[in-house]
């Protein structure tokens, strides 16, 4: 039987799946089990409402948001939920994401969004940070993330090497 997901990663777009696949791509290596929506702030505007306003309700605990360009995405979603919002700065083709960064970074007081990185970076660490908050209440979990974290290290090296050109 598969597990009720806690994380919903929602994107504005088919466009953003290349940056957001790589917060599932992290949330299946700790095995935290989550659920992916197209929820576009401005073109599905109630499906949005509704998802966001369910949430909680069904047993989500954690919403990551990705969205490009004038992102209201995140904030719209921290709106109609509870929930803690992680958005994800998708990187535009005209501004390199900085549009989608200050979109989502710059919440009014009362309503907060928690803003990654831009990109790839900005997705794989929602998905870290997703689930550092839910191994709070989660040992087993809590273990996963710092074998993770090990692996991680094990894997610098310590002397750089000339690439092939
Ligand atoms: C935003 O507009 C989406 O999050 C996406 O990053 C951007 C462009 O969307 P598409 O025109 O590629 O569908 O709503």
Do not use: C
């Not at 989550?34 to 409402?49: F, G, K, N, Q």
């Not at 719209?76 to 994401?97: D, I, N, R, W, Y």
């Amino acid at each position: 039987m598969t597990k009720p997901p806690l994380v919903g990663i929602i994107m504005g777009s088919q466009s953003d799946w290349p940056t957001m696949r790589h917060t599932a791509e992290y949330l299946d290596r700790l095995g935290v089990p989550y659920e992916t929506r197209i929820v576009s702030a401005h073109r599905t505007p109630d499906r949005l409402a509704e998802y966001a306003k369910a949430a909680r309700g069904r047993g989500l605990r954690i919403i990551v948001a990705g969205a490009g360009g004038a992102a209201h995405l995140p904030g719209m979603a921290a709106a109609f939920t509870p929930l803690p919002v992680f958005g994800v700065p998708v990187e535009s083709h005209a501004l390199k994401g900085m549009d989608s960064l200050l979109s989502i970074v710059q919440m009014p007081a009362g309503i907060p969004v928690g803003a990654l990185a831009i990109g790839r970076a900005g997705a794989v660490n929602a998905a870290l940070l997703a689930a550092a908050v839910l191994a709070t209440t989660d040992p087993a979990l809590a273990d996963r993330l710092d074998a993770l974290r090990a692996e991680q290290t094990e894997a610098v090296a310590e002397q750089p090497v000339d690439t092939p050109p």
